[in-house]
């Protein structure tokens, strides 16, 4: 049980490149969200899925794009890479129903030069 | 919307000294409130949740509904508890996490 992964660790972007964020789970959790960490601004949510073929935006969610084909998969898109997307993305995932713990992945460095 | 507010961005402590890191929340219903912590270039874990009413390595929290507060306390401060706390709210299975408070106990 691996629980939330997400690939790469670490990632340098030049501008206007696009990408995608791997986000994987195994716990067969419904929900699944993605968070950027920036300092002084704690976690804001870019998008989130309540299930697979559902997705909705969050706090900040410009410049990103997100599907849910599968259940264990979200995977986020940047579309073309700012200098302001440079964060540490997190992926979460929980069970929701009643156990609604949150469950994070090791983060993902990105740098957009 | 809901909102949680951490207002310490920067907290420092003696070993051994007590810590109170406060979080209050915007909601007026029964909201799910959590403790993750994250230490230096982990991932997020959870500390505690206020619906299971433990004690984690030390740490407690107490839902106070009239001043709308989740406050995390320990009474003496160990080296290893520095690190990134986040405090949550869960409502209708989204979360809303506070900016944080970066706790440095001092040795």
């Known amino acids: 049980n691996a629980g939330v992964t997400q690939t790469p660790k670490f990632q340098v972007l030049k501008t206007g490149q696009s990408m995608t964020l791997q986000c994987a789970q195994d716990m067969n959790h419904e929900y699944m969200s993605w968070y950027r960490q920036d300092p002084g601004m704690g976690l804001r949510l870019i998008h989130y899925?309540?299930?697979?073929?559902?997705?909705d935006q969050g706090e900040v969610p410009n410049g990103y794009n997100v599907s849910r084909s599968t259940t264990e998969d979200f995977p986020l898109r940047l579309l073309s890479a700012a200098p302001s997307q440079t964060s540490v993305y997190f992926c979460?995932?929980?069970?929701?129903?009643?156990?609604?713990?949150?469950?994070f992945g090791q983060g993902t460095r990105l740098t957009v030069v | 919307a809901q909102r949680v507010t951490q207002p310490e961005k920067l907290l420092s402590v003696f070993k051994g000294a007590p810590v109170e890191l406060k979080c209050n929340y915007s909601?007026?219903?029964?909201?799910?409130l959590f403790w993750y912590v994250q230490y230096s270039r982990q991932r997020l874990q959870l500390l505690l949740r206020?619906?299971s009413r433990e004690s984690i390595k030390g740490f407690t929290a107490d839902l106070n509904k009239g001043e709308t507060s989740f406050h995390l306390k320990k009474p003496f401060a160990q080296e290893e508890d520095s690190a990134m706390y986040y405090c949550?709210?869960?409502?209708?299975?989204?979360?809303?996490f506070g900016t944080g408070t970066s706790l440095t106990v001092i040795p």
């Open positions: 979460a995932s929980s069970r929701g129903h009643g156990n609604t713990e949150a469950f």
């Open positions: 899925s309540v299930g697979a073929g559902i997705t």
């Open positions: 949550a709210s869960n409502v209708g299975n989204q979360f809303y």
């Open positions: 909601y007026s219903g029964s909201p799910e």
């Open positions: 206020h619906i």
